[in-house]
């Protein structure tokens, strides 16, 4: 099972409210029958095609022989049921052969793909991705040259910005672009861990190159962006002459092995050609539309391999005997399915209570994206930006831990390849690294994203917390969790805002000294948000449903809500005085003394 | 390199006082130049003979072709160095061939084989452990016909308990054993996650066989200890004809995967011969014996794992310029080395403080073996029974905490094989859930461990840390940290009161449901008062302390110690919470609800 479908249809129609988006004249051609018909889809395509490689793909990882790279031909098969489908450019518009759907139902969808196998998704959503910042600020020959392919599935996508000596500090990239009289460049430079950078699914593959025009400045503001295609492309639209762009040899990762990692080396024999994306100078503002994207793509990754992992455990669980209840003495009786012991009931509900959260929170963005997008609301840009960091990191920390309680629930076969949650395990601990570490997305946050337009993004936030915090209170089984948020929520805006004023004051490094322990904070409690959000809307649409079925479902939301705020948000004070006190144990660590 | 010499130094020589141990009688022939030079052997072989070949060992796993198991040539070499140096047999006595080596030193030892090359000493392990309980309860034929074989390294050992249907609800176990005539016993059964149940690396194979005879009861006391070889010895101590123990097939885990893991079908034949050990039913408590010392071996092997990432980690950070302080606003100055980054130091701060507060809490327990068999120590003994759950899991989780911050302080060089940290965190993921999962462990502490003797060992073990304290109290710097501890140590005696308290009252299901969240509290407790004592004795030494170099390494030491304390004490106060509340959320979450 790739989701809970009854969560899924809870979270997109009741919390998230899908139906409402159609109103807005971007979408107004949709009802929930087409969002079902192209998730129902999305659903068939990611069981049939999808998730029967999933293990295949990482036993059987791609293989470079100094010439070409070769996969598993199944990657290739489902890239083409993938884009057959339209899925690739399901988000664009009519006129460009789209289907004009909303970011929250792309969402919904895409992760279905993520839990069926993350690896072969991989290339999917990094073509949709390049092609969306080509959309946006590529130039019309760039669009009519580029797109077509990478939308009907002929072209794949990739981001290239690490370079082996630079890592995530982009100001510092040495790819070098030197304009040529056609107004082309040549780029010269290695890049490092680009996945898809190579493979044998598509015909051509448009690299976006983040690179340094001559002349330019030191530091980000002289970064420009660059399509670097491997095969040049003929004005006709055919593939003209191989790019020099060279696959220098493949990453062995430890997890997501069916996506290549790759080291590329562009311009080795001087002949890479490059064609600068908008304005120079602009390259790092162009690609991180695409970051943030990516972003939230990876969040949403980490949730849904979180949740295949909890769906996976949970079906063990309930057919698995062993043991008794510590309270039964003799071996008498017959054992009990695992599912029954508290301890695998605690793994079972904090895994849950991770990976349906971490998805509230994915979908929540992407809902963000739409009231951005379609109906130019500047006040759901604003906190998207600001929550961002934490949409990123925190399915990325927490659908990890999900997967290693999901290993636990197994207990030995949880440890082996003939089980398939350690592979989720494996495949999740890239999460936390890719698209910017944890400790940079902290730094984002706590370092800038807060105080963006004077703290207005975190008032905003604060302004529908409040909003379901009261809407709970109606509810008499809520309140004493509601009690218990506003405590936390109390600690965490007081120390926000002292630190807040530390920065103020100038302390700089260190206030941002302990950036990542308030990015966990700050995620626990947009989360146990999100959960009060499930729990209000199930206790208002208990009533109403009919099934025992249903109303079993909306008892596990309350639950789970409940579990999350009494066990997770413990540590929201301590974690509080060590930021307010601005702890400083760790920095004044000196080398010498490890 | 496999640990910091320093610390193993310090810990060895200054806190646990290992010469003292020269002091009784059974390890009078000792002094510390022996022990180095025990250590100093066993170092040079793991590095020359363990190390080389980790990776190729998880790169090329056993192979069954159907007939036989096939390992990598370097796995038996290794074996026969170990053996060779007499490190199989090195604690048993004089008389016997062995050493008579504390329980200290072997540990010592032991740990750099673990941190070497977990999978290849796992071989190591299991034999010295099975012929421990064969020389300790098997007859003086059963020790003449086994012990030469395993302690000269021509034999290995196993333990072969888990059943597939059973799992780790061992009085359930179905392995029948028949007696026979001659006084022997024809054995049935199928045993799973068999380590070590089938190579190419010895000429015979010991299994020490759980099953119960004929007749016996159901449930633990029905469970008889077996004898099971592979081969069969004659009287001349040769090998005679091929026992009916088959391997039915390999298990192939996420890491550790050089030792393998097996399915053994024994007596599929109806002719697997097996040997009794000491009476029948007694099987589970002379299974315990090794056991409790494999538990101990798993938490060493847990801190090694994680010891090893740590330092690997520590040297990529030294050694890897990326990026600026967040004040910093220009690219013009050159890139810091990672290591100054607060960020970087806290992932390694906290590595620190986990693996050696593990590797410490280890040898602590190895001192309290030879306190036990040396000195005859009772209350020694009841501590180490007390202590065993938290040295089996505290490493365990922790050491693999460690191994995720490695990985995290690479970043995506963490995430690759061509980088050792992965297979780190692959490796420790199983020390979790082999012998005994957290769970398992939990119960047994909490339901039954804390309250032994009148609940004299939690006792012995609070008069242990106070007399930290007071030590403490006597060093300015280490005031506030006991202060802190105090307090935590209060919520920690209230909390087990409390627990006993519901325990007596009848309320066992209810009080045990959270055993795994008082597991985890009273780990960091006691670690806690392990980093204290380690803070305590570097403050000591300190002004004796020659070196620049010795003096960074004590200041290390009570910077970790800070840490410990400040960070991961914060969540005793909400962790005691839940456990005095007997909260139940977790277990009144039902099946239907999921």
Redesign the interface.
């Known amino acids: 099972m790739l989701v809970n479908q009854k969560d899924l249809n809870f979270l997109l129609y009741q919390v998230f409210n899908a139906n409402e988006l159609t109103e807005l004249p971007h979408y107004q051609e949709h009802d929930q029958t087409t969002f079902d018909e192209v998730i129902k889809t999305a659903h068939r395509i990611a069981e049939d095609y999808f998730a029967p490689h999933n293990r295949k793909a990482d036993e059987r990882e791609p293989q470079f022989n100094g010439e070409t790279v070769s996969t598993i031909p199944e990657v290739k098969e489902a890239y083409k049921h993938y884009a057959d489908a339209g899925l690739l450019n399901a988000r664009q518009e009519y006129q460009d052969g789209g289907m004009q759907l909303p970011a929250l139902v792309h969402a919904a969808y895409s992760g279905l793909f993520a839990s069926a196998n993350p690896s072969t998704a991989g290339y999917t959503f990094l073509t949709s991705a390049a092609a969306n910042v080509i959309h946006a600020f590529g130039s019309e020959e760039q669009k009519s040259r580029f797109l077509p392919g990478m939308w009907d599935g002929r072209f794949a996508g990739t981001m290239a910005l690490?370079e082996p000596?630079?890592?995530?500090?982009l100001?510092?990239l040495a790819t070098k672009a030197t304009k040529q009289s056609d107004g082309t460049y040549k780029l010269k430079g290695q890049k490092?861990?680009i996945s898809g950078g190579d493979q044998d699914i598509t015909e051509n593959i448009v690299h976006l190159v983040l690179a340094r025009a001559e002349g330019a400045p030191?530091?980000?503001k002289g970064i420009s962006l660059f399509i670097a295609p491997k095969f040049l492309i003929n004005e006709n639209g055919e593939l003209g002459e191989r790019n020099d762009v060279q696959l220098a040899g493949l990453?062995?990762?430890?997890?997501y092995r069916g996506t290549t990692?790759t080291v590329l080396n562009f311009g080795e024999q001087g002949k890479c050609t490059g064609y600068l994306i908008g304005e120079e100078g602009k390259g790092l503002s162009y690609m991180f539309k695409m970051m943030n994207e990516a972003r939230i793509g990876v969040g949403l990754g980490a949730a849904m391999i979180g949740y295949r992992g909890y769906l996976e455990s949970?079906e063990y669980a309930?057919n698995?005997?062993?043991?008794?209840?510590?309270?039964t003495k003799?071996?008498?009786s017959k054992?009990i399915n695992i599912?029954?012991?508290?301890?695998?009931?605690?793994m079972?509900?904090a895994q849950?209570s991770y990976v349906e959260g971490s998805l509230a929170l994915c979908l929540f963005a992407s809902r963000l994206v739409d009231e951005q997008e379609a109906a130019n609301n500047e006040d759901s840009a604003l906190l998207l930006d600001l929550l961002t960091p934490v949409v990123k990191s925190f399915p990325s920390s927490y659908g990890l831990k999900a997967n290693?309680l999901a290993?636990?629930v197994l207990?030995?076969s949880?440890?082996?390849?003939?089980y398939p949650v350690?592979q989720c395990?494996?495949d999740n601990?890239?999460n936390?690294?890719?698209e910017g570490?944890?400790?940079i997305q902290?730094?984002d946050l706590l370092?800038r994203k807060l105080w963006m337009k004077g703290g207005k993004g975190l008032q905003l936030l604060l302004t529908r917390v409040n909003k379901t915090l009261k809407n709970c209170q109606t509810h008499d089984a809520l309140k004493p969790l509601v009690d218990s948020y506003r405590n936390k929520l109390d600690i965490f805006s007081k120390t926000t805002m002292q630190l807040g004023q530390s920065l103020q004051a100038g302390k700089?490094?260190e206030t941002?000294?302990?950036?990542?322990l308030y990015l966990d904070m700050m995620g626990k409690m947009v989360v146990a948000w999100l959960w009060l959000e499930m729990a209000n809307k199930a206790q208002e649409v208990f009533e109403e449903s009919a099934s025992e079925d249903d109303k079993?479902?909306l008892?596990?939301k309350l639950?789970a809500c409940?579990?999350f705020i009494?066990?997770e948000l413990?540590?929201v004070?301590?974690?509080s005085?060590?930021l307010t006190e601005l702890?400083s144990?760790?920095?004044?660590?000196?080398?010498?003394?490890?």
Chains 1, 2 share one sequence.
């Open positions: 690490t000596d630079v890592g995530s500090s100001g510092d490092m861990f030191q530091g980000v990453l062995h990762k430890m997890g990692s949970l309930k698995r005997p062993q043991g008794r209840h510590p309270s003799s071996n008498d054992p599912i029954e012991h508290a301890d695998v009931k605690r079972l509900l849950k290693e290993i636990q207990g030995g949880g440890y082996i390849r003939e350690e395990y494996r601990r890239l936390p690294i890719h570490t944890h400790g902290s730094l370092g700089v490094d941002l000294a302990n950036s990542a079993n479902f008892t596990g639950q409940k579990y009494e066990w413990g540590e004070h301590s974690q005085t060590l702890n144990t760790c920095a004044d660590m000196e080398e010498a003394w490890f």
